[in-house]
């Protein structure tokens, strides 16, 4: 279960993390095609009460990071959501992928059934196994973001498919 619990989570974010940092090198080389004003696409959202382009990508790296490091029974890493630039998230991008590639599959020993207790509202609180929390709330949160991400990007015009989502596999 050990080999499961980090297959499962670790390559899979990092895959992910490395798709979402090419569609923002094509977003960017779409901007600057364009004439487009780069604030322009990272302030884009599909709904006004929806994250922006920005904020998708630090969540996206945020619950790539934090879902990984509880179940590796390590301290969740702080990265505060200073990012202003495609040059800024690309970087946060870097960080979460090498937090992750720090990772080894014996921390996630006892992932499955460590308990993980998240607070995502107040007063709220739940209580996850490992295993629940990657398959039933990491892994959606954070592929939710990714694919907000890629879906403001191709609906703001930027030439990305199935294959630029996937990144490399």
Do not use: W
């Amino acid at each position: 279960m050990t080999e499961l619990m980090y297959s499962s989570a670790v390559p899979i974010f990092k895959q992910m993390l490395g798709g979402l940092d090419d569609v923002l090198a094509k977003a960017e080389a779409h901007a600057a095609a364009r004439n487009i004003e780069p604030a322009a696409l990272l302030q884009a959202r599909l709904y006004p009460d929806m994250f922006t382009l920005l904020r998708q990508v630090q969540v996206a790296c945020d619950f790539a990071a934090s879902v990984s490091a509880r179940l590796a029974g390590v301290e969740v890493p702080v990265f505060e959501a200073s990012e202003q630039g495609f040059a800024d998230l690309h970087e946060r991008i870097a960080r979460t992928r090498a937090f992750l590639a720090a990772l080894t599959p014996e921390q996630f020993a006892a992932a499955a059934s460590r308990e993980i207790i998240t607070r995502p509202g107040t007063p709220k609180e739940r209580r996850f196994s490992g295993q629940d929390y990657l398959l039933h709330y990491g892994l959606p949160q954070f592929f939710f973001h990714v694919t907000t991400a890629y879906g403001i990007l191709r609906h703001s015009g930027v030439e990305v498919g199935k294959k630029d989502y996937m990144g490399a596999y």
